[in-house]
């Protein structure tokens, strides 16, 4: 275990760690986070970059993959590491914008005439600053051809008062249109603290979404899928995207076979409304779309 957390530790936050059952080693939220010497294990097919996050590379921390959209690597930084994380290998020191490239960033979006909608990714974006933020959303609305600004983030879900008023605040005084993706993966990780700092952000217009990821083990379950989505709608969250595991070196154990995951993603389905069936998808290198298996 501790050779699997040499060049990615374990990271969690204490409320996500509250969240466990103690004594429980299968526990659905510890085994997201505890590294295992599974990790080790060299797997054919496994790589560092699974999404071919480095060929979309188009400036500073900018990556260009799909129509329409760029996505911003702003940090490094996660409150929580999730052993399957697609991004555990990827080279932030070379590929994130820092600080002092943010201007240089808007002037390459500026460019990209045809891209409306630009996504904060990371790492967590939310792990920085508001001042920083800030300031990073005041370059961004520079760029008078971006209409809408995403943030894709799972540091509610691990530490929900990071919702402050002064990030609602940045938000709501933006001239964009705003989009949250968290990323929830059991229902076990939907809490009445993550409802309460949740709550202001639809009524000040933020567009609240989920993206999960399909692990073995954890969230494989008929039952344990549906009670996650109907349970993210009573907190005002649309289901997403339910995403095959990317398959990034160090993850396998966690792999789902794409005939189980269509055969549960059929099950859903026939047992949810239209509006709470994510779409069940896998992201192919150099392809201009997420497929739906
Ligand atoms: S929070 Fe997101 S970016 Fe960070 S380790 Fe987890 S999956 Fe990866």
Same mark, same amino acid.
């Given at each position: 275990? $501790?050779?699997?957390?040499?060049?990615?530790?374990?990271?969690?936050?204490?409320?996500?760690?509250?969240?466990?059952?103690?004594?429980d080693?299968?526990?659905?939220?510890?085994?997201?986070?505890? #590294?295992?010497?599974?990790?080790? +294990?060299p797997?054919a097919?496994?790589?560092?970059?699974?999404?071919?996050?480095l060929?979309a590379?188009?400036?500073?921390?900018?990556?260009?993959?799909?129509?329409?959209?760029?996505?911003v690597?702003?940090?490094g930084s996660?409150?929580i590491?999730?052993?399957?994380?697609?991004?555990?290998?990827?080279?932030?020191?070379?590929?994130?914008?820092h %600080?002092?490239?943010?201007?240089d960033?808007?002037e390459?979006l500026a460019?990209?005439k045809?891209v409306? $909608?630009v996504?904060?990714?990371g790492g %967590?974006?939310? *792990?920085?600053?508001?001042?920083?933020?800030?300031?990073?959303? $005041?370059?961004?609305?520079?760029v008078?051809?971006?209409?809408?600004?995403?943030i894709?983030?799972?540091?509610?879900?691990v530490?929900?008062?990071?919702?402050?008023?002064?990030?609602?605040?940045i938000?709501?005084?933006?001239?964009?249109r705003?989009?949250?993706?968290l990323?929830?993966?059991?229902?076990?990780?939907?809490?009445?603290?993550?409802? *309460?700092?949740?709550a202001?952000?639809?009524?000040?217009?933020?567009?609240?979404?989920?993206?999960?990821?399909?692990?073995?083990?954890?969230?494989?379950?008929? +039952?344990?899928?549906?009670l996650?989505?109907?349970k993210?709608?009573d907190?005002?969250?649309l #289901?997403?995207?339910?995403?095959?595991?990317?398959?990034?070196?160090g993850?396998?154990?966690f792999?789902?076979?794409?005939?189980?995951?269509?055969?549960l993603?059929?099950?859903?389905?026939?047992?949810?409304p239209?509006y709470?069936?994510?779409?069940?998808?896998?992201e192919r290198?150099?392809?201009?779309?997420?497929?739906?298996?």
């Amino acid at each position: 275990m $501790e050779r699997a957390a040499t060049d990615f530790p374990l990271r969690v936050t204490r409320y996500f760690a509250g969240l466990m059952k103690k004594g429980d080693a299968d526990d659905p939220l510890l085994r997201q986070v505890l #590294p295992t010497r599974r990790e080790l +294990d060299p797997t054919a097919g496994y790589g560092p970059d699974p999404t071919g996050d480095l060929a979309a590379a188009a400036g500073p921390g900018l990556l260009h993959k799909y129509h329409g959209r760029a996505l911003v690597v702003t940090t490094g930084s996660c409150a929580i590491h999730c052993r399957y994380c697609f991004r555990r290998h990827f080279p932030y020191a070379a590929h994130r914008a820092h %600080d002092r490239q943010w201007r240089d960033l808007a002037e390459s979006l500026a460019e990209k005439k045809e891209v409306s $909608e630009v996504i904060l990714s990371g790492g %967590d974006p939310l *792990t920085l600053a508001n001042s920083r933020l800030r300031f990073l959303i $005041e370059r961004l609305q520079e760029v008078p051809h971006l209409d809408r600004l995403r943030i894709h983030t799972r540091l509610p879900v691990v530490l929900p008062a990071r919702l402050d008023r002064e990030l609602l605040s940045i938000l709501t005084e933006s001239r964009f249109r705003c989009v949250m993706v968290l990323h929830v993966n059991h229902p076990a990780e939907i809490t009445t603290w993550l409802a *309460t700092a949740l709550a202001p952000l639809r009524p000040a217009g933020v567009t609240l979404l989920n993206q999960a990821v399909l692990l073995k083990g954890i969230n494989d379950a008929l +039952d344990t899928q549906l009670l996650l989505c109907e349970k993210l709608f009573d907190i005002g969250v649309l #289901p997403y995207y339910l995403h095959q595991l990317d398959r990034v070196a160090g993850a396998a154990h966690f792999e789902v076979s794409r005939a189980r995951a269509k055969a549960l993603h059929e099950q859903m389905r026939c047992r949810l409304p239209g509006y709470l069936l994510p779409a069940l998808v896998e992201e192919r290198p150099g392809s201009a779309h997420k497929h739906p298996l």
